[in-house]
């Protein structure tokens, strides 16, 4: 259990990083589905930078800068010549795909050495389930400490309050003052770097290597997490370790001596966060979607 528990939230780190990136972005009214393109870029970058310099933590820093750089595409497009959302951050992840692609063709398979637990092994092994509390790296400890510093940004602090307010009526927090368009265009390259710290994370930590389409759909189970949380963030986090769970079920359920076709392990993840958001739009205590999310907003002269 002890093994399984470390494994869920390993797991669950690449996914928090990028479905609090995107719940900020969507919390200011902007919908970016380029979450997977922008993970992708960051992963391969991150990789390159960590396997040329030997640092993991330039390499993270490389996939948060490229996760921002490739969110600066997106808010040209959708910011600044006020394109349609949805339709650029698709266009989004199918560029990012390819241009990963392309980036790391040469190092694929190329082995790294995986990211060291931040915390001594003594400590671990100093009490019960040690492992599972002060086993990780660095960046697992920063995808929980970032959950808490945007469940309190959002909640308590006056810039959140203006973000949200961007969020839900761009017209009237243009009235009153709020410069709109640059509160998205910060949520917007913030929610890249998460997205690109969650790419980082795959290729440095979870699977010290690169792959072409390592993400594996990772970025559109973030978007699904935001609407599961009714744009939460305890609740993005919990929906993370649930999806995480049930993904590392299938490595330890038969150990456990639980009997299931692997075709079900497979679907098993994808069908407990559909069956979550079936329940959960049934709850009268879900969040609603900032009102003003997707519109395009034109500042008056």
């Given amino acids: 259990m002890e093994a399984f528990f470390a494994a869920m939230i390993v797991a669950a ?6 479905a609090l990136g995107e719940l900020v972005a969507e919390r ?28 993991t933590a330039l390499g993270a820093f490389a996939g ?20 349609n959302q949805a339709a650029a951050g698709l266009a989004l992840t199918i560029f990012g795909g390819g241009l990963s692609g392309l980036l790391g063709a040469s190092y694929v398979g190329v082995p790294l050495p995986k990211a ?24 697992v400890y920063l995808a929980w400490a970032s959950a808490a510093a945007i469940w309190w940004f959002l909640a308590r602090a006056r810039s959140g309050l203006k973000l949200r307010a961007a969020g839900d009526n761009a017209e009237s927090g243009h009235a009153l003052g709020l410069p709109v368009l640059r509160i998205r ?23 010290p290597m690169w792959g072409e389409g390592m993400t ?37 359920a038969q150990g456990w001596g639980w009997r299931a076709p692997s075709q079900f392990w497979a679907a098993a993840p994808y069908l407990a966060t559909i069956l979550a958001l079936a329940l959960l739009a049934g709850r009268r205590t879900a ?14 002269s």
């Fill in 64 to 83: 948060a800068a490229a996760g921002v750089a490739m969110a600066g595409l997106f808010a040209l497009l959708a910011l600044g010549f006020s394109a």
């Fill in 287 to 300: 969040g609603s979607a900032p009102a003003a999310l997707g519109r395009i907003f034109r500042p008056s």
């Fill in 116 to 139: 060291q637990p931040l915390f001594p092994a003594s400590w671990a092994e100093a009490i019960p389930y040690g492992k599972a509390i002060f086993g990780y790296d660095a960046m």
């Fill in 185 to 207: 265009l910060l949520a917007v390259l913030f929610g890249g770097a998460m997205a690109g710290l969650g790419g980082a994370y795959l290729s440095l930590a979870y699977t």
């Fill in 216 to 252: 594996a759909g990772r970025g559109w189970i973030a978007l699904a997490l935001v609407v599961f949380a009714g744009w939460r963030v305890g609740w993005a986090a919990a929906g993370a370790v649930l999806f995480a769970a049930v993904t590392q079920l299938q490595f330890y």
């Fill in 13 to 18: 780190t690449p996914l928090l990083f990028a």
């Fill in 28 to 55: 200011s009214g902007v919908l970016n589905l380029g979450v997977e393109g922008m993970m992708l870029v960051g992963a391969v970058c991150a990789f390159i930078v960590a396997l040329s310099t030997g640092s």
